[in-house]
């Protein structure tokens, strides 16, 4: 168990709506990762937030948007959903400080594997 | 840009064979690096990491060497089990005015018995 729970372990849903996946990290961790792993793209990284504040962005489409609240859980929001979003999505966190820590090791959750129809 | 490239898979191979997964990987500055094993149905976790050249990582029989001149971490296994088999990726951290934690695309391993 890496101490890390993302919710909800899985999800199907129709073309062009939207979902909302969600991420608890590990106590104490500041730093929370998404990203996106499909077969043919391996683990894409998606975005990055430290206590509370956006610090990286990867390949993160227009319609997806994430957050981190000040109890430090992270929500990524899917909108106007594609088939070719399906896939798992997972959240990892880590203790590092942004600018900080040159070697850290991420914990990752378990993933929400989304299933658009 | 920054980036880590390993080997395609899957890779096959028979109890107790040796095993390489090759790693290479682009950086500007001086990267951290790791290898994350995933296990089926299961989110990645760390096996071994290397902070700085020369160094080596080494956990449960695998072992990765950070080479700096051939900026390489490969991947070795002297002697795997069915238990191994997974998808091992290899990432680097790197602090270059932003924090950067990059994977390759994973490579899948089959151990048969």
């Given amino acids: ?117 | 840009g920054d980036s880590v490239t390993q080997m395609e898979g899957p890779v096959t191979l028979s109890e107790e064979a040796f095993l390489t997964i090759n790693c290479t990987y682009t950086a500007t500055g001086y990267p951290s690096l790791f290898w994350y094993v995933q296990y089926p149905g299961e989110g990645l976790q760390l096996l071994l990491k290397a902070t700085k050249a020369d160094d080596k990582g080494s956990n449960k029989g695998f072992e990765a060497t950070y080479r700096k001149e051939t900026t390489s971490f490969h991947l070795e296994k002297g002697s795997v089990q069915v238990s191994d088999s997974a998808v091992y990726f290899c990432a680097l951290s790197l602090n270059s005015g932003t924090y950067k934690y990059i994977f390759g695309t994973g490579t899948r391993l089959k151990v048969l018995a």
Avoid: M
Wanted: glycine content about 10%; charged content about 20%.
């Fill in chain 1, 1 to 117: 168990d890496s101490g890390v729970t993302q919710t909800p372990k899985h999800l199907i849903t129709a073309t062009g709506q939207r979902v909302t996946l969600r991420c608890s990290p590990r106590s104490g961790d500041l730093s929370v990762y998404w990203y996106q792993q499909s077969l043919d793209q391996g683990l894409q990284f998606l975005i990055q937030y430290y206590n509370g504040e956006e610090r990286a962005k990867g390949n993160i489409l227009e319609r997806f948007s994430a957050q981190q609240f000040p109890d430090l859980h992270s929500e990524l929001n899917l909108s106007s959903l594609e088939l070719g979003d399906s896939a798992l999505y997972f959240c990892a966190s880590s203790v590092d400080l942004p600018g900080g820590l040159k070697s850290g090791e991420l914990f990752f959750g378990e993933g929400s594997r989304l299933t658009v129809l």
